[in-house]
């Protein structure tokens, strides 16, 4: 079995990342949206900041059975690798699975990163594949859908007018696109409270957010399409960026939003900033992007505080995923 890289100018090798991508998805999660080659090849041009990782098919001598991709940051963590890995459907429990993760585990060495994680929806299946190969489950994580047609008349509007009067230290703009110059660099320091959010056992530092990682983000997402609302909640007295939240439109599938960080920053917590914040996104999407079906998000299961705010607004159980980790001997 052969591990190839993929390139965004291969088009078979990436028709053949979409074809297992979705065959996968059929079987193990259907709500998922479906991979394209659009999406596919944004993501090996672009990932989620730029940074997008090793895109590599596993090819047997019968032909392709799988995909791993290996995402790496230099901004942070140096020795940490996240592996995401799938098998086509209709060849597991064939030795595949292993065999693939045996080779990227070595691919991890090579490239000294030797904190490993990798991430699977939760099933007794993947927990015993993981478990065998000497990953432990680290994290449970809860994939949420927000099904906008089904919300109440005037949900949004409430909670919204709810949380108002406890947030009047507080002014949100909406930002369509890029965020402007004089205000990327306060937005970098609020980004940082997402490493408060919770990570159960995960064993991982601090991630780092300078401005240009924040600016790599939004071009990396700009370059899929237009479709990049983020909302951000300004101290009055001081103009410190107290919190926001991101969503992103599919270009490709329309009714389809995938919401990014919502995050508010710990010296101004508690003034409803976060169900302000993603009641006036549900607004503001409605009004920009009326075809707009739903917005499916990721917590951590243990994250009782923004699944509070988002099951408030609506957002119900898809599913579960597992976060494993293992750490590889030097
Ligand atoms: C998890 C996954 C990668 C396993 O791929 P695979 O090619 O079927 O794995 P292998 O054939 O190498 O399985 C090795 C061992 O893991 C265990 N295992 C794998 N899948 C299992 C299942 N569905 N149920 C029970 N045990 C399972 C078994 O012990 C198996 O050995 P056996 O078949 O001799 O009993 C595959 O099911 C998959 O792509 N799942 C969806 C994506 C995912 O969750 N990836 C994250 C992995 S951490």
């Known amino acids: 079995m052969e591990l190839r890289e993929i390139t965004a100018d291969d088009a078979d ?9 979705n065959a996968a998805r059929l079987v193990d999660a259907p709500f998922e949206p479906e991979a394209t080659p659009y999406s596919m090849e944004m993501g090996i041009r672009h990932g989620w900041d730029g940074e997008p990782g090793l895109h590599l098919l596993a090819v047997t001598a019968d032909g392709p059975v799988g995909f791993v991709l290996v995402n790496t940051t230099e901004y942070d963590n140096p020795d940490l690798a996240w592996l995401g890995l799938l ?11 292993s065999a693939i993760l045996e080779a990227v585990l070595d691919v991890c060495r090579e490239m000294d990163r030797l904190n490993v994680t990798a991430e699977g929806w939760y099933d007794d299946g993947v ?25 109440p008349d005037g949900l949004a509007e409430e909670l919204y007018a709810e949380a108002l009067p406890h947030a009047g230290d507080y002014e949100l703009m909406r930002i369509h696109g890029r965020t402007p110059d004089d205000l990327i660099e306060r937005l970098a320091t609020a980004t940082a409270a997402i490493n408060d959010a919770p990570l159960d056992d995960l064993d991982v530092e601090d991630d780092e957010f300078p401005p240009e990682r924040i600016r790599a983000y939004e071009e990396a997402q700009l370059a899929r399409g237009p479709g990049f609302y983020r909302i951000v909640a300004l101290h009055r007295d001081s103009g410190e960026v107290a919190g926001h939240t991101v969503v992103a439109v599919d270009p490709e599938q329309p009714t389809h939003g995938e919401q990014h960080d919502t995050s508010v920053v710990t010296a101004h917590r508690g003034h409803r900033l976060g169900q302000l914040l993603k009641a006036d996104m549900v607004r503001w999407l409605r009004e920009v992007e009326p075809q707009l079906g739903h917005v499916d998000t990721w917590n951590a299961a243990s994250n009782g505080h923004m699944i509070g705010v988002n099951e408030r607004l609506g957002y119900r159980l898809l599913a579960q ?5 293992r750490r590889l001997e030097d």
Do not use: C, K, N, W
Not at 13 to 21: F, M, W
Not at 87 to 97: F, L, Q, S, T, Y
Not at 127 to 144: P, W
């Open 127 to 151: 927990h015993a594949f993981a478990t065998a190969h000497g990953f432990r489950r680290v994290m449970v994580s809860a994939r949420r859908r927000q099904d906008l047609a089904a919300l």
């Open 13 to 21: 090798g990436v028709a053949e990342l979409v074809r297992i991508t």
């Open 321 to 325: 995923g597992s976060l494993y980790q």
């Open 87 to 97: 098998v086509d459907p209709a060849v597991r429990r064939h030795g595949h699975g």
